[in-house]
């Protein structure tokens, strides 16, 4: 039970420090069959018997034409947790495939998110609770920079534009590594989606790059979480943040010659 013990100690924290769930909230996960959302759904659960605010649980899955088998068997396992599971085929999802199979990423959550706030609207909730990871928010601040130019990740809680629900991500602080560890310690089967294989993308190379800082540095994923907590724009670029009267110089912000000449010596050698 220690993946168990870890999932809900971190989602606990995040669910406390970004006020994500209160009295009275009605709340559907969106489950996708992978480890990450049934990993929260478990969380949720866990923290519905505890809380010492009352909310309602129930879960969903979209269903898009890209789940490597059926999913409809994972109605069962809701049943034997007692959750209340809504299954939704977009007929919008399937046409896409049909009509742009390549399609990329950016269609394929656009269609997704319209689906999700349809079912939401149907099962009356106004909380959507999404399993995005640690892992994804470090991708994701890396891929904002490096390919967006702008700095950020995903927001750990966010209002639907129409003011309609409130997006939760109580993940936030809980590695994959964690959910794999829980749904193999729970039994529980995952239906992955077919792109889970797919090789070749920015988020692979991404992952890949964190996963090769991390032999050398094994906290790097629990760096750049503290770093998007811990921001000093006085550092940074943006002017809507810099008050130049009162920025202050100190020795930390001053070039340490030996140190870059040791970054110059590791850059040299990869
Ligand atoms: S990875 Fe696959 S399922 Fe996910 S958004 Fe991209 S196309 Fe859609």
Request: proline share 4%; hydrophobic share 40%; net charge negative.
């Amino acid at each position: 039970m220690a993946f168990q013990k870890q999932l809900i100690r971190k989602v606990g924290r995040a669910v406390h420090e970004f006020d994500m769930i209160r009295a009275g909230d009605s709340i559907a996960v969106g489950v996708s069959g992978g480890k990450d959302s049934l990993a929260l759904l478990g969380a949720l659960q866990a923290l519905q018997k505890r809380a010492p605010i009352p909310f309602d649980l129930q879960a969903f899955t979209i269903e898009q034409g890209k789940f490597v088998r059926p999913i409809e068997p994972l109605g069962e396992y809701m049943e034997q947790i007692g959750i209340h599971w809504t299954y939704y085929r977009d007929q919008a999802s399937f046409d896409l495939i049909e009509e742009q199979p390549g399609h990329g990423c950016d269609a394929c959550s656009r269609y997704r998110r319209r689906a999700v706030y349809d079912v939401a609207k149907q099962l009356g909730v106004n909380v959507i609770a999404l399993g995005h990871t640690a892992d994804d928010l470090c991708e994701s601040l890396l891929r904002n920079a490096l390919y967006t130019g702008k700095l950020g990740a995903l927001p750990a809680v966010a209002q639907s534009r129409s003011g309609e629900f409130r997006l939760i991500r109580p993940l936030i602080y809980v590695s994959e590594e964690i959910t794999s560890g829980y749904v193999q310690e729970q039994g529980v089967e995952i239906t992955p989606c077919v792109c889970s294989f797919k090789t070749g993308t920015v988020r692979e190379s991404l992952r890949t790059f964190l996963q090769a800082t991390k032999q050398n540095n094994p906290h790097v994923m629990e760096n750049l979480l503290a770093a998007m907590g811990r921001i000093d724009p006085s550092r940074l670029l943006d002017r809507r943040f810099i008050e130049l009267e009162s920025a202050i110089e100190d020795s930390d912000s001053l070039p340490n010659c030996a140190s870059d000449l040791l970054q110059i010596q590791i850059l040299e050698t990869i």
